[in-house]
């Protein structure tokens, strides 16, 4: 595998689920970034994780929560999510020394029913 | 506060013609600026980028994009498009990127 991955790509859950998303990245970067992609709507960065440690939560809500347990992995821990939430998950990353140039993975298309 | 505005929406393009798309950012330091390109269920993949130096960037894919510090802009250009390069296109602004809400290229053959 090379770049960024995420699975699954597809994920249809109801609102009383629990999911996960996961990214993993094979740059070698040390910082991570989860956003929310809505149709029509400028990409919101959600959280941001340099070096494993979160440094930054755009006031998302607590029924997504984040794990970056090394440099390499980052997981979107979800659960009783609302219809609006339904959204492609995108996940980048970057070397925090090389101008901030994020590479994104191919993203999760969530669906909530 | 930095933001983005991209303000073409959609934009339909003959195949050989050229393409331009429009980006205004505010930013309160020299900018970190970006054009991303987004194919249908694909992620972002990076076209070029600026952060200091000669004001027009080459990219990949044949577009190059102009800084212009007086208008605050940041334009994206093709001199011929091909049916591939239908997709989204975003610019982005700054070091914890703010992107536009971005401009869908259809090119009609």
């Known amino acids: 595998e090379t770049g960024v991955t995420q699975t699954p790509r597809h994920l249809v859950m109801g609102m009383t689920n629990k999911k996960s998303l996961k990214c993993e990245q094979h740059?070698?970067?040390?910082?991570m970034y989860w956003y929310k992609q809505s149709a029509k709507k400028p990409l919101e960065l959600m959280f941001v994780?340099?070096?494993?440690?979160?440094?930054e939560n755009n006031s998302v809500p607590s029924r997504f929560s984040p794990e970056c347990p090394n440099s390499s992995h980052l997981f979107l821990h979800l659960h009783t999510l609302q219809p609006e939430d339904s959204a492609l998950y995108l996940c980048a990353s970057s070397q925090l020394r090389d101008n901030y140039e994020q590479y994104f993975g191919p993203g999760t298309r969530l669906t909530v029913t | 506060a930095q933001s983005v505005t991209q303000p073409d929406i959609h934009i339909t393009v003959s195949e050989g013609a050229s393409l331009e798309l429009r980006c205004n950012y505010s930013?309160?330091?020299?900018?970190?600026l970006f054009w991303y390109v987004q194919s249908p269920g694909q992620g972002l993949q990076l076209l070029l980028k600026?952060?200091?130096?000669?004001?027009l960037v080459q990219g990949i894919k044949g577009f190059e994009a102009e800084f212009k510090r007086s208008q605050s802009s940041f334009n994206l250009r093709k001199p011929s498009v091909h049916w591939s390069d239908a997709a989204e296109y975003f610019c982005?602004?700054?070091?914890?990127?703010?992107f536009g809400a971005g401009t869908t290229v259809t090119v009609r053959a």
């Open positions: 600026y952060f200091s130096g000669d004001t």
């Open positions: 930013y309160g330091a020299t900018p970190y």
């Open positions: 740059l070698g970067h040390n910082a």
């Open positions: 982005a602004v700054g070091v914890k990127l703010s």
């Open positions: 994780y340099n070096f494993k440690e979160q440094t």
